[in-house]
């Protein structure tokens, strides 16, 4: 195993211990990093693009970390944080990194599928995640950002864009949040959604809707003017409230549309590869803690965005039907999937299987984690 892998490794088993999220890293960052050390490094200041709300629980947990890197370091690295994508808009972002405009964003491939092409198709395979919240959230992270360490296919890409993964996450399965009352297929069909590309384009349309791609920041314009019936959101919850979108929506559709996988906190590689290693071991350690409280503050959010939803009008309505349908389109879009792998792809059912095999090593581990059981990390 390489010193970075190590790293990300002990990295991961600490969130484990503690009983929540995942481990992270990059496997084309081995073995870069220059020699000289942290006291004589030249101070750096990094500009980190993010996607959530200021103010926000996540904001909170990501101002933590940052704060953590920079005492560790003992102030060699500092940083300016762009929130709500302030620095760079949600389909800029990997183009924004790669150039250097922004040091750190996160990215969500269903905006690139040109340039992250095995990414892309890779996230289609999210319906083969475990339903159930949180359960969905801690098993994607910890079988993406491993699959993503070890993987030649996307090691390659990542690189070709001049960038190094230092995360990948995993939203819930998604739900809506409406501005008319949706149960039925026939409520579902001719509704305007808002969705961030594929594969919710293809399930909405399975279900008679009319997807609409919106980048997250104008989610809240489009719903208010009728642009769009309904908006679902990563993770929803706390991004619905902070975002104002329950201030225009007062249905909350539990519609299961799939999990957004491989959204990944990407960084310039030009910047990773000047950084002492040390200084790379400090973010990617830090990072674990990172993790712990991002996933938490995401929990608690869904918490808070229930106990006032009633205060602020929410009406929750039961879409099995509908669920009952998408469950089937889900499961055939997995099956195809081979079909549709991008070009350059030796393997591509080799590759699929081996992300598969990765969800299912990390299902049990998932499933002890909701259970409150400690995990039993492999030693390395």
């Known amino acids: 195993m390489s010193r ?10 600490a969130v484990l211990a503690l009983a929540l999220a995942a481990c992270g890293g990059s496997s084309d960052a081995d073995g ?36 953590s890197v920079t005492e560790k370091t003992g102030g060699k690295i500092t940083f300016e944080e762009f929130y709500s994508s302030s620095l760079l808009a949600p389909t800029e972002t ?62 390659r890409e990542y690189a070709d864009n001049n ?61 208010q003017r009728g642009v769009v019936d309904c908006v679902t959101a990563a993770d929803g919850g706390e991004i619905y409230t902070t975002f104002g979108l329950t201030e225009v929506g007062k249905y909350l559709v539990p519609i299961q549309f799939s ?17 002492p290693r040390p200084a790379q071991k400090i973010i990617l350690e830090t990072w674990a803690d990172y993790e712990v409280k991002r996933l938490r503050e ?25 669920n009952t349908k998408l469950a089937a389109h889900q499961k055939a879009a997995v099956a195809d999937l081979v079909k549709s792998a991008p070009p350059g792809i030796a393997d591509p059912e080799g590759v699929l ?11 049990p581990v998932a499933q002890g984690l909701v259970k409150g059981e400690p995990p039993r990390p492999e030693s390395s």
């Open 4 to 13: 970075h892998r190590k790293t990300v490794a002990a990295a991961g088993s």
């Open 32 to 67: 870069t990093g220059s020699d000289e050390s942290l006291e004589s490094m030249k101070p750096v200041t990094l500009s980190f693009n993010e996607s959530v709300a200021p103010g926000s629980g996540m904001a909170t947990a990501l101002n933590d970390f940052l704060k």
């Open 94 to 155: 990997l183009t924004g990194v790669a150039d250097g405009v922004g040091s750190i964003s996160q990215v969500t491939p269903a905006f690139f599928q040109e340039k992250l092409p095995v990414t892309a198709w890779l996230a289609r395979a999210a319906p083969a995640l475990e339903p159930g919240f949180p359960l969905t959230t801690i098993q994607g992270p910890l079988a993406g950002s491993d699959f993503a360490l070890g993987s030649e296919e996307l090691t």
């Open 163 to 223: 960038v190094v993964i230092l995360r990948s996450y995993t939203s819930g399965y998604g739900n809506a949040i409406c501005t008319k009352k949706i149960e039925t297929l026939a409520d579902a069909k001719g509704v305007r959604v808002r969705v961030a590309g594929e594969p919710f384009a293809s399930e909405a349309k399975a279900l008679g809707m009319e997807p609409i791609v919106i980048p997250g920041t104008e989610m809240f314009e489009a719903l």
């Open 259 to 275: 999990p957004t996988t491989f959204i990944s906190f990407m960084m310039n590689k030009d910047q990773w590869d000047d950084l």
């Open 298 to 322: 995401t929990l608690t959010g869904y918490g808070r965005f229930l106990d006032d939803a009633e205060k602020r009008g929410i009406e929750f309505t039961d879409p099995s039907e509908i």
């Open 353 to 363: 299987k081996a992300y598969l095999d990765k969800l299912a090593t990390y299902l």
